[in-house]
């Protein structure tokens, strides 16, 4: 697997929210059909494909160097870290689905109730409010816990096995499901805090 296989660009729509990561190799053809542009992380600046190429992108950037260009066949040409969509506007907004392995992730593989890490082999799923009293399997019922702490928790609630949370357990957001198992770029952080933002002023407005 080569460079352009492997690196990841930030996508974002045309309002500038996160949407996925793309490989450089797809996010480049968006690029040079005309259907993304990129944006340079430290000035905000956009570029087409044909000022990018024409180099516009370093006189803005003096802090480029070598290892930020791919060599192809038939060009060279600096990575974009950041790609903004031409006309998609959208936000997928479909929650994200409940999953054990979700729960793993969204907890940092820590039990919630000591904080020790836990090895995905060896987690167990703690129903904050147990099946028995009618917990629900959601993101805001259950959590990571160890096999000592839901043994020692048992049939019980937190309060009454007198254990507390580290955390309070939520659905995880988009931008979590985003960047999960992806190396995260530095340079993506601008516009990741503004999908955050924009995430819970929306939330509020609602
Ligand atoms: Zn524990």
Known sequence: MTRIELERVLTLNRVWQPLTTLVLRKALVLVARGRARIVCPQTFQIFNWKQWIADRAVAADAHVIEADYIRTATMHVRIPQVITLA?????????????????????????????????????????????????????????????????????????????????????????????????????????????????SASTLKS
């Open 87 to 199: 006309k998609f506007a959208g936000y997928p907004n479909a929650g994200v689905p409940f999953s054990r392995r979700g729960v793993y992730e969204r907890d940092n593989g820590r039990c919630q109730y000591c904080n020790a890490v836990v090895h995905k082999r060896d987690m167990t799923l703690d129903h904050v409010v147990p099946v028995s009293r009618g917990g629900a399997t959601s993101w805001g019922n259950c959590v990571l816990a160890c096999g000592r702490c839901n043994h020692r928790k048992a049939d019980r609630t937190p309060r009454e096995a007198e254990m507390s949370l580290v955390e309070t357990p939520q659905q995880p957001t988009r931008e979590d499901l985003l960047l999960r198992g992806v190396h995260r770029n530095p340079a993506w952080e601008p516009f990741i805090g503004k999908a955050a933002e924009v995430t």
